[in-house]
């Protein structure tokens, strides 16, 4: 009798377990499902994006030519990729590479008085030829406002032209191993020979992630800029960072957005919580924030299904204990 009431109870604790597991499946299953849910959260932010006509459903990108590429970056793995070695033009993302190589030669606290080389196009903070600001203004004015004269001066400040700054740049993005790219300006306006791929630009950016200095622009919704103009009077600028994700989507730190006609729309993410960081190189996207939404849910469903089945390898009990499951 004792026997058999062993046996029964080993029989019914095999029946649990399995309970336990074919729950949990489902569970993962109808997890993608509800994250696409917070894509609808966002619909006023993609209205703001231009308008495209499109037969894709929106789960899908937005263009058939869009590069991206999606790093889990404890573990450096590639979770989704399309396009990533195709050479687009970057636009302003290129100000990841800038501020790289700015500082390296360059303290915050230093002093720039700007030449001609602030008189470009496309977005700009508004110097004028004998203003002087700090490294630490032009760096805030780069990485919130996007602003390309910032980029200018800093560039002329390193290395006195900005042909040969360009040159520093492609320098320092070979020795990241970047084969695909060429960069001839320290701000992304459009040139022939100006160029990378959705994969080089992934290891600038995953570069640029460990740089605590840098790090600390990007995620800054909004700042104050300063500078003095050429007869000494104090200027000033309130900026709004152009990231419309930056403090609504759950996690987003950051990094840079970038626009011309010639490239698209283009965003660099980085997105961390607590069971994961994700970075995400998105180029020539129609609708950057739809697109940028839809992938980063992709890697999450995919993060937390291999979190899951680590669990269920060592122990089928710990499955109903991962993060976001239940």
Not at 48 to 55: E, F, K, L, M
Not at 251 to 265: I, N, P, R, V, Y
Request: glycine share 6%; net charge positive.
């Amino acid at each position: 009798m004792k026997r058999f009431q062993n046996s029964f109870f080993s029989f019914t604790k095999t029946k649990l377990y399995l309970l336990v597991i074919i729950v949990s499946i489902f569970a993962l299953i109808g997890l993608r499902n509800l994250n696409q849910s917070i894509a609808k959260g966002f619909t006023t932010i993609a209205a703001t994006t231009p308008n495209t006509t499109s037969s894709k459903t929106p789960s899908e990108p937005s263009a058939p030519d869009l590069c991206y590429v999606l790093i889990d970056t404890q573990t450096t793995q590639v979770l989704k990729t399309s396009n990533a070695d195709i050479q687009r033009a970057p636009a302003s993302t290129t100000k990841l590479l800038t501020g790289l190589v700015a500082l390296q030669t360059l303290k915050e606290t230093d002093i720039v008085r700007v030449g001609t080389e602030v008189n470009i196009d496309g977005s700009r903070l508004g110097l004028r030829p004998g203003d002087e600001i700090s490294v630490h203004d032009l760096l805030t004015a780069l990485y919130v406002h996007s602003a390309n004269d910032a980029a200018a001066a800093i560039a002329v400040k390193v290395s006195g032209s900005i042909p040969a700054f360009a040159e520093e740049m492609n320098k320092y993005a070979a020795k990241l191993g970047c084969e695909h790219t060429h960069f001839t300006n320290p701000h992304g306006m459009p040139d022939s020979n100006h160029y990378t791929t959705a994969n080089d630009l992934g290891k600038i950016a995953s570069l640029f992630l460990k740089n605590e200095e840098l790090m600390k622009y990007v995620k800054q919704a909004s700042a104050r800029v300063q500078w003095k103009d050429a007869r000494g009077i104090n200027r000033y600028a309130e900026v709004q960072n152009t990231n419309s994700l930056l403090g609504l989507y759950p996690g987003d730190s950051g990094l840079k957005t970038g626009t011309t006609q010639e490239a698209g729309q283009c965003l660099v993410s980085y997105v961390t919580r607590s069971d994961g960081d994700l970075l995400l190189v998105l180029l020539g996207s129609k609708q950057r924030y739809r697109d940028t939404i839809n992938l980063l849910d992709e890697g999450w469903a995919v993060q937390r299904s291999n979190a899951a089945l680590r669990s269920l390898a060592k122990d089928p009990k710990a499955l109903i204990m991962s993060p976001g499951i239940f």
